[in-house]
């Protein structure tokens, strides 16, 4: 083989891959060789502790704020699993499930709750979170849209004899029905029941979008071919005989106990006081009693229950976790700015020295 051919082979494959380059090289322009005008942060050390600083008193401030705020906060709470023991043993026991039990809690309020107070019911050691037990239900079923989908109910979709239950799952069937009333002794001798609403205890979304009646006049036909829960004493069309409005899937107890709680102690809107009478300020000190009405079970889990009586802030109840969260970030923040003002001092320093050297 020549010299001469070597030499215009590779001329020749030089030129192909000169072509081939030439063929992939983005056109020249200032977008595609990423020649546009731009800024570069570059921040000091001083900007930088400035605003780690910054953050650290923002969290502080924050912390201490929340934290005075849920302090300020009148709240009272009452137990009542031990003090209704013999009703607890009796709503135990499966043959008394038609029984009617009640109890009554004197108790005395030190202290004015001025404003709207609140009443919640509590309960310790009841896993809502489990995930077989959030999936028992049926969103289309409770939206009113069919009233027999009752696929992920089980085991609470049908009764005995195949009929659909409404509302299905282990959620509806296992709701709070406890009765609670609170009355107050008006001049230590007259009891007078304390107004409370049960109207507007939801959440918008829950009451307007999630949850809806099927369409009908009258709500008794409208779930007919349809059973209550196996728990439940009367069917969802009649759990309010005083409100007709507050019936079937509308009703405000059953949607707050549908909106699964994420730990297993936990407390539930239940009521809220209507500001009419002698409680327009709020509830006046005095003596006060809980007449419940015991139905739902807990001592077979280890349980408890009970009433928390509370008023609210701009900030939301009584829990301290966001506030020592603010807090806690805060203290962290400025514990690492001074840690890095120590060591940007002490990098500085050395520095000089290494340039009077």
Same mark, same amino acid.
């Given at each position: 083989?020549?010299?001469?051919?070597?030499?215009?082979?590779?001329?020749?494959?030089?030129?192909?891959?000169? *072509?081939?380059?030439?063929?992939?090289?983005?056109?020249?322009?200032?977008?595609?060789?990423?020649?546009?005008?731009?800024?570069?942060?570059?921040?000091?050390?001083?900007?930088?502790?400035?605003?780690?600083?910054?953050?650290?008193?923002?969290?502080?401030?924050?912390?201490?704020?929340?934290?005075?705020?849920?302090? $300020?906060?009148?709240?009272?709470?009452?137990?009542?699993?031990?003090?209704?023991?013999?009703?607890?043993?009796?709503?135990?026991?499966?043959?008394?499930?038609?029984? *009617?039990?009640?109890?009554?809690?004197?108790?005395?309020?030190?202290?004015?709750?001025?404003?709207?107070?609140?009443?919640?019911?509590?309960? =310790?050691?009841?896993?809502?979170?489990?995930?077989?037990?959030?999936? $028992?239900?049926?969103?289309?079923?409770?939206?009113?849209?069919?009233?027999?989908?009752?696929?992920?109910?089980?085991?609470? $979709?049908?009764?005995?004899?195949?009929?659909?239950?409404?509302?299905?799952?282990?959620?509806?069937?296992?709701?709070?029905?406890?009765?609670?009333?609170?009355? =107050?002794?008006?001049?230590?001798?007259?009891?007078?029941?304390?107004?409370?609403?049960?109207?507007?205890?939801?959440?918008?979304?829950?009451?307007?979008?999630?949850?809806?009646?099927?369409?009908?006049?009258?709500?008794?036909?409208?779930?007919?071919?349809?059973?209550?829960?196996?728990?439940?004493?009367?069917?969802?069309?009649?759990?309010?005989?005083?409100?007709?409005?507050?019936?079937?899937?509308?009703? *405000?107890?059953?949607?707050?106990?549908?909106?699964?709680?994420?730990?297993?102690?936990?407390?539930?809107?239940?009521?809220?006081?209507?500001?009419?009478? =002698?409680?327009?300020?709020?509830?006046?000190?005095?003596?006060?009693?809980?007449?419940?009405?015991?139905?739902?079970?807990?001592?077979?889990?280890?349980?408890?229950?009970?009433?928390?009586?509370?008023?609210?802030?701009?900030?939301?109840?009584?829990?301290?976790?966001?506030?020592?969260?603010?807090?806690?970030?805060?203290?962290?923040?400025?514990?690492? $700015?001074?840690?890095?003002?120590?060591?940007?001092?002490?990098?500085?320093?050395?520095?000089?020295?290494?340039?009077?050297?």
């Amino acid at each position: 083989m020549s010299e001469e051919y070597i030499s215009v082979t590779c001329r020749t494959k030089m030129k192909r891959i000169s *072509e081939d380059y030439q063929s992939r090289v983005p056109d020249n322009t200032a977008l595609k060789q990423q020649q546009l005008p731009a800024y570069r942060l570059q921040l000091s050390a001083t900007g930088i502790l400035s605003g780690f600083f910054a953050a650290g008193a923002f969290c502080l401030g924050m912390g201490i704020i929340l934290i005075l705020s849920a302090k $300020s906060i009148k709240e009272i709470e009452v137990k009542y699993t031990k003090i209704c023991a013999n009703c607890a043993e009796l709503r135990e026991d499966a043959t008394n499930f038609d029984k *009617e039990c009640t109890c009554s809690i004197p108790f005395y309020l030190s202290e004015t709750m001025k404003g709207n107070v609140y009443m919640y019911y509590k309960l =310790y050691g009841f896993y809502q979170n489990l995930y077989q037990y959030i999936l $028992s239900r049926s969103n289309s079923q409770l939206l009113g849209t069919d009233l027999k989908d009752v696929g992920n109910c089980a085991p609470f $979709s049908n009764s005995h004899d195949g009929t659909p239950i409404a509302p299905c799952g282990a959620i509806a069937n296992s709701i709070f029905n406890d009765t609670i009333i609170l009355s =107050y002794n008006l001049n230590s001798s007259i009891p007078i029941e304390v107004p409370m609403l049960r109207s507007k205890i939801t959440w918008w979304t829950d009451k307007y979008v999630k949850f809806q009646n099927p369409s009908s006049i009258n709500l008794s036909s409208a779930f007919a071919g349809t059973t209550k829960p196996p728990y439940w004493s009367k069917p969802v069309y009649e759990l309010d005989e005083e409100d007709p409005g507050n019936n079937g899937f509308l009703n *405000e107890d059953f949607i707050v106990w549908m909106r699964t709680a994420a730990f297993p102690t936990f407390k539930k809107l239940y009521r809220r006081l209507n500001r009419i009478q =002698y409680f327009i300020e709020g509830l006046p000190a005095g003596n006060y009693s809980f007449n419940i009405t015991y139905n739902f079970p807990v001592t077979r889990f280890k349980g408890e229950k009970s009433v928390v009586l509370s008023t609210l802030t701009w900030s939301g109840g009584s829990s301290l976790f966001l506030g020592l969260a603010y807090t806690v970030t805060g203290a962290v923040t400025w514990l690492a $700015s001074f840690s890095m003002m120590a060591i940007h001092l002490m990098l500085k320093k050395k520095k000089m020295l290494f340039i009077q050297d």
